[in-house]
């Protein structure tokens, strides 16, 4: 098939908004395109695309040389980083929007979680509303006021029905001789309350958390407590814990005009030194220096006032 292209691409990051939403897409548009490919690495933010449709029944991608082989429609995520390589031999139609690469930490606060880089989806009446309202009724008007406040809404919407639509995690495998394999049961009750546990945990980070207390209160030893823990969120309960802490402080220096110090003890660090050092080794810079590049990056200098 020859190569045939149509393709609306709107940088949006600049305009101003109306609303202060904090989930601000830099770039979104709509493509319909046979006959290419791609070949390389994602520098641009953190992009989300759907793959709407296409006459072909899979796709195939690869991320650093492992393949995916996935079914339309699908979401593929791009992340700054790793080799990605994509080829289209029929006609694909797809929507995608991107976010600046400081949003990370907050749509990851927000729960923006996708375990694997390409995802399949039901393609909802909803969906298509969305995506068919913002190419025919907003990218139009793009330039009048509020409507890159609407795509940023059209677009969290989207991906709030995308994580809904997110698999849950595999049961575990039967090993020979009885065994498990060391995956996590969806449906295992221990590893239920171990989320519930967890939630409590992102609802109290900011007091100090009695790991002992929470275990107690999920009706687990503290044995049990800390040795499923790792099987269901991969690090340790005091890691997960502070890692929760570290992203809703970067969310505060962002969104908050308070001090650093004041951002600090709120999110559960009452030594500003050590959580200077922590911050700078999560996010590579200063909490000062953060909220500076932040700020300056968003536009949101003079709302937010203060900075250091």
Not at 264 to 285: D, K, Q
Request: aromatic share 10%.
């Amino acid at each position: 098939m020859d190569d045939e292209e149509s393709l609306q691409w709107l940088n949006i990051g600049a305009l101003p908004r109306v609303a202060e939403f904090p989930f601000r897409v830099s770039t979104v548009g709509w493509v319909a395109r046979a006959g290419g490919g791609y070949h390389g690495t994602h520098e641009g933010g953190l992009e989300f695309c759907l793959r709407l449709r296409s006459e072909s029944p899979v796709a195939v991608d690869r991320f650093d040389g492992r393949e995916w082989r996935t079914p339309y429609p699908h979401l593929v995520v791009e992340r700054p980083g790793p080799l990605h390589e994509y080829e289209e031999r029929e006609l694909v139609e797809a929507f995608f929007f991107i976010y600046q690469p400081s949003m990370s930490p907050l749509l990851e606060l927000a729960g923006v979680r996708f375990p694997e880089p390409v995802m399949p989806f039901a393609l909802t009446s909803r969906l298509l509303r969305i995506v068919d309202f913002a190419r025919a009724e907003l990218f139009p008007r793009i330039a009048e006021r509020g409507v890159a406040d609407e795509i940023d809404a059209l677009c969290w919407g989207l991906l709030s029905n995308l994580l809904a639509q997110r698999p849950a995690a595999e049961p575990r495998r039967a090993e020979p001789g009885g065994g498990r394999s060391p995956g996590v049961n969806a449906g295992d009750a221990v590893a239920q309350r171990l989320r519930a546990a967890e939630e409590r945990m992102r609802l109290g980070f900011a007091e100090a958390i009695d790991f002992a207390a929470l275990a107690r209160e999920a009706g687990l030893s503290r044995r049990t407590f800390f040795r499923r823990w790792a099987d269901v969120f991969r690090d340790t309960p005091q890691a997960h814990l502070r890692e929760i802490r570290l992203l809703n402080a970067a969310r505060g220096l962002v969104l908050d005009s308070r001090s650093v110090s004041e951002v600090a003890v709120s999110c559960g660090f009452p030594n500003p030194a050590y959580f200077s050092s922590l911050f700078r080794r999560r996010f590579g810079a200063s909490p000062q220096r953060y909220r500076s590049q932040q700020l300056k990056t968003l536009g949101w200098r003079d709302y937010h006032g203060p900075i250091t």
